[in-house]
C-alpha cells in the first residue's frame, strides 16, 4: 500500500504563489508517473500537472507558464511550483502516483482571493 502526502497549500491573494510538495512512501517498486489534480465543489476533479519517471511534462492549458512541476525520484517527491495565482487556481489539489495501480493524497487546500 502506498502513502501519499501532500504539503504546501494555503492562501494567497491573486499574483501570489505557492509551493506544493508530495512524498510517496510504502513501496519497493519505482514510482512511475506523479501528477498533481485539483477540484473544486460541483466539478470533477481535473488534471493541473503531470511528470513520468523519465521527465516528460503534461500541463494543463489553462496553467502553462504559471506552474511548475517537478520530482525528485531518489526521495519518491514531486513538487508543483505556483506563480501568477489566479481565483480560477482555487481547489483542493490531489497528488496523485502511478506504482502498480493509482494512490491518492489526502488533498491540500489552496485559495486565491482577488
Known amino acids: 500500500q502506498v502513502q501519499v502526502a501532500e504539503s504546501g497549500g494555503g492562501s494567497v491573494q491573486a499574483g501570489g504563489s505557492l509551493r506544493l510538495s508530495c512524498a510517496a512512501s510504502g513501496s519497493s517498486f519505482s514510482i512511475d508517473a506523479m501528477g498533481w489534480y485539483r477540484q473544486v465543489p460541483g466539478k470533477q476533479r481535473e488534471l493541473v500537472a503531470m511528470i513520468t519517471r523519465g521527465g516528460s511534462i503534461n500541463y494543463a492549458d489553462a496553467v502553462k507558464g504559471r506552474f511548475t512541476i517537478s520530482r525528485d525520484n531518489a526521495k519518491n517527491a514531486v513538487y508543483l511550483q505556483m506563480n501568477n495565482l489566479k481565483p480560477e487556481d482555487t481547489g483542493v489539489y490531489y497528488c496523485?502516483?502511478?506504482?502498480?495501480?493509482?494512490?491518492w493524497g489526502q488533498g491540500t487546500q489552496v485559495t486565491v482571493s482577488s
Open positions: 496523485r502516483v502511478l506504482v502498480l495501480d493509482f494512490s
